[in-house]
T-cell receptor
Framework: GQNIDQPTEMTATEGAIVQINCTYQ??????LFWYQQHAGEAPTFLSY????GLEEKGRFSSFLSRSKGYSYLLLKELQMKDSASYLC????????FGTGTRLQVFP | DSGVTQTPKHLITATGQRVTLRCSPR?????VYWYQQSLDQGLQFLIQ???????AKGNILERFSAQQFPDLHSELNLSSLELGDSALYFC????????????FGEGSRLTVL
């Protein structure tokens, strides 16, 4: 079976740093993906980890530990436009999404 | 703009009816995926096609069916519609057949009354 867990909601302040955690249990694995989805819009790709470690991409970084079934997305220098849902997804023979973490950034 | 085109953007219909949702993938992409997203729910994987063949199947209801045509566009058919089928249906595409970076269309919002 497959199970992906992430917090339902988080709040943070503009300019701060926030870490969104994701744990997963899947029968197969060929990568861990993070997507951003603004309300009513299509998800857009943020990052991809296939090996353990940290991948940095501007203000966003993603970390993976395959042995622990754990990933996190780190968002730095938060901006109001970062208010969105962040979806953790695990690649198996298909891409399975978690239910997402709704992040609200306050001034 | 992801390059993935979905039509129609909005659709309102009655219970028991049948609808067809259409998706054109990005140029060069061979895989098409269909996802359902209900209110406050995550993206539920329905089905994937790669170069015209069914590649992977999720929890797709028997009332739903899909296909990918030779020109690589795909259609999702939803029949005997129920109120609970009201959702946003996303199509996504990727170059290869294995899960990777997906490019999503803007979705088709289906409302069943």
């Amino acid at each position: 079976g497959q199970n992906i867990d992430q917090p339902t909601e988080m709040t943070a302040t503009e300019g701060a740093i926030v870490q969104i955690n994701c744990t997963y249990q899947t029968s197969g694995f060929n990568g861990l993906f993070w997507y951003q989805q603004h309300a009513g819009e299509a998800p857009t790709f943020l990052s991809y980890n296939v090996l353990d470690g940290l991948e940095e991409k501007g203000r966003f970084s993603s970390f993976l530990s395959r042995s622990k079934g754990y990933s996190y997305l780190l968002l730095k220098e938060l901006q109001m436009k970062d208010s969105a849902s962040y979806l953790c997804a695990v690649g198996d023979d298909k891409l399975i999404f978690g239910t997402g973490t709704r992040l609200q950034v306050f001034p | 703009d992801s390059g993935v085109t979905q039509t129609p953007k909005h659709l309102i219909t009655a219970t028991g009816q049948r609808v067809t949702l259409r998706c054109s993938p990005r140029s060069g992409d061979l895989s098409v995926y269909w996802y359902q997203q209900s209110l406050d729910q995550g993206l539920q994987f329905l089905i994937q096609y790669y170069n015209g063949e069914e590649r992977a199947k999720g929890n797709i209801l028997e009332r739903f069916s899909a296909q990918q045509f030779p020109d690589l566009h795909s259609e999702l058919n939803l029949s005997s519609l129920e109120l609970g089928d009201s959702a946003l249906y996303f199509c996504a595409s990727s170059v290869g057949g294995s899960s990777g970076e997906l490019f999503f269309g803007e979705g088709s919002r289906l409302t069943v009354l």
